[in-house]
């Protein structure tokens, strides 16, 4: 079974620090997506960022970027000058290329951009 | 262009109730889902469907029904209410190429079984 593990509960910096979040996940599978959503306090997930596994190069997105690591199934989110919209619930999740097209998703880390 | 919207926001059930709830999407999407999302967790799958009429079940379906007669609509139902059912749910929608496998989500709804 697919699992994916967040291993920081809740994180804050301050506005305009770098912050880290780290993800794992264990799969046997060879070909997968890996996912970073938002949840702001409205509930609406938001897609930030995505990974194909085939592809060595990181995904970035603006102030968003990856450091994927396939060896090591680590999946971290770097957020640059980190801004106060960026204070939201953030989930890491993994979709199979073989599964019936759901996504595993981890618990979730609480990210708090402080003023 | 209104994505996937679902209805009610909020609803607070007794034990033992039935309800629906609704997801429509008008992105022509031919893949739908409901997913739950307990206090402090991430989402759970309870059924999917890959086009009209065909439905299977998630990772914790047991409570749920779920029915896609229209590429819009997919409805939660909830028979027999129970308190382990409080949750939020969303509904999402995705549409399956090599290319997109984006899932939208709706606002989801927050149900409270009492």
């Known amino acids: 079974a697919q699992t994916v593990t967040q291993s920081q509960p809740e994180m804050s910096v301050q506005e305009a620090e770098t912050v880290t979040l780290s993800c794992t996940y264990d799969?046997?599978?060879?070909?997968?997506?890996l996912f970073w959503y938002k949840q702001p306090p409205s509930r609406q997930m938001i897609l930030v960022i995505r990974?194909?596994?085939?592809k060595q190069q990181n995904a970035t997105e603006n102030r968003f970027s990856v450091n994927f690591q396939k060896a090591a199934k680590s999946f971290s989110l770097k957020i640059s000058d980190s801004q106060l919209g960026d204070t939201a619930m953030y989930f890491c999740?993994?979709?199979?290329?073989?599964?019936?097209?759901?996504?595993?998703w981890g618990a979730g880390t609480k990210l708090i951009i402080k003023p | 262009n209104a994505g996937v919207t679902q209805t009610p926001k909020f609803r607070i059930l007794k034990i033992g109730q039935s309800m629906t709830l609704q997801c429509t999407q008008d992105?022509?999407?031919?893949?739908m889902y409901w997913y739950r999302q307990d206090p402090g967790m991430g989402l759970k799958l309870i059924y999917y469907s890959v086009g009209a009429g065909i439905t299977d079940k998630g990772e914790v379906p047991n409570g749920y029904n779920v029915s896609r007669s229209t590429t819009e609509d997919f409805p939660l139902r909830l028979e027999l209410a129970a308190p382990s059912q409080t949750s939020v749910y969303f509904c999402?929608?995705?549409?399956?190429?090599?290319?997109?496998?984006?899932?939208?989500f709706g606002p989801g709804t927050r149900l409270t079984v009492t």
């Open positions: 999402a929608s995705s549409l399956w190429t090599e290319s997109s496998y984006e899932q939208y």
């Open positions: 999740a993994i979709r199979l290329m073989d599964s019936n097209y759901q996504l595993i």
């Open positions: 990974q194909e596994a085939y």
């Open positions: 992105m022509n999407h031919n893949y």
């Open positions: 799969t046997s599978e060879n070909n997968y997506y």
